[in-house]
């Protein structure tokens, strides 16, 4: 799938999260009509509900939605799959259907950006306040127009999967952030990234770390 559903492409963006979390849940369950999605639907209602309490926010409205899409999906996969098998088809459902979207759109932006690494950095900011919102904490060590270093000391995502007995579903997804990292090309776009570790594969925290080449 090719097509910016994301409106990334333009620059500009700014998330939408009703928008952006119905196209993920959509291309997720698409993913996986070979299974009985009627029931991973039902489940995520039923689970919604019981959950309803971790809402503290507007963000963490659709976050929780996301997150208990992927329970739901790991709870009426595992007796039929198995753990691993489970995980690792909740996992592809997740981060494929939208991958090439997502890293083309990312792309195109940095590339007509003025300043790639300030779009980024834009981009980040924006989708800390919208997309993201109070079920996260953010540190920013760094943020001095060279480097922007965003540490993620609590992630939203991890809690509930926690609260839900699916810690092992954590990592299926920080995957999905490698759908836009795969967009960034230090040389062509003046700036890298790191991300060395992340809270759902046993790390303290998530180092977002963008830094200019000369920075």
Request: with cysteine; proline share 6%.
């Amino acid at each position: 799938m090719s097509t910016d559903q994301f409106g990334l492409a333009g620059g500009g963006y700014v998330p939408d999260p009703d928008r952006d979390t119905t196209l993920l849940l959509d291309a997720f369950y698409d993913q996986l009509s070979e299974y009985p999605t009627a029931a991973m639907r039902a489940r995520q209602d039923e689970l919604e509900a019981a959950n309803e309490h971790l809402i503290v926010d507007e963000p963490a409205r659709h976050n929780l939605r996301l997150t208990l899409a992927l329970v739901a999906a790991y709870e009426v996969l595992l007796p039929r799959l198995g753990r691993e098998q489970a995980i690792d088809a909740v996992r592809a459902a997740f981060v494929e259907p939208l991958g090439d979207t997502m890293e083309q759109g990312t792309r195109a932006m940095l590339d007509a950006a003025p300043d790639a690494f300030h779009a980024m950095v834009e981009l980040s900011r924006s989708r800390e306040e919208y997309a993201f919102g109070k079920g996260f904490v953010f540190e920013r060590p760094v943020d001095d127009g060279t480097r922007y270093h965003l540490d993620v000391r609590r992630c939203f995502y991890h809690d509930v999967l926690v609260a839900n007995g699916a810690p092992e579903l954590t990592p299926a997804m920080c995957a999905f952030d490698a759908n836009w990292i795969e967009a960034i090309d230090p040389d062509r776009h003046g700036f890298r990234f790191e991300r060395r570790t992340t809270i759902g594969t046993g790390g303290t925290h998530c180092p977002f770390h963008f830094s200019r080449d000369d920075g």
